[in-house]
Nanobody
Framework: QVQLVQSGGGLVQVGGSLRLSCVAS????????MAWYRRTPGQERELVAR???????YYVESVKGRFTISRDNAENTMYLQMDNLEPEDTAAYYC?????????WGQGTQVTVSN
């Protein structure tokens, strides 16, 4: 059974840092493209960052230089280190796995950045 279990997130002040984690199970994590998405109420889900099995990464322009996506294939875990957070980063963040059988999502975790 495919599972993506997220942890981390919470409330932080502007300029602060948070780290999100996503533990995967039920598939061969090492071979799968993974990503973090986020969504604010009334908006479409937005791709934040993507990481390929060889750890090549992609970031949306608004988080470049502030967020770092990484993966530990030995631990079946993906991370999102978020630094210098801004109020515009406030959203629900979702771990994503692009499986051959379809896209799977974590349960989501709220990140709130306050002034």
């Amino acid at each position: 059974q495919v599972q993506l279990v997220q942890s981390g997130g919470g409330l932080v002040q502007v300029g602060g840092s948070l780290r999100l984690s996503c533990v995967a199970s039920g598939f061969d994590f090492r071979t799968i493209v993974m990503a973090w998405y986020r969504r604010t109420p009334g908006q479409e889900r937005e791709l934040v960052a993507r990481i390929f099995p060889n750890s090549i990464t992609y970031y949306v322009e608004s988080v470049k230089g502030r967020f770092t996506i990484s993966r530990d294939n030995a631990e079946n875990t993906m991370y999102l280190q978020m630094d210098n957070l801004e109020p515009e980063d406030t959203a629900a963040y979702y771990c994503t796995a692009f499986l051959p059988t379809g896209t799977r999502w974590g349960q989501g975790t709220q990140v709130t950045v306050s002034n």
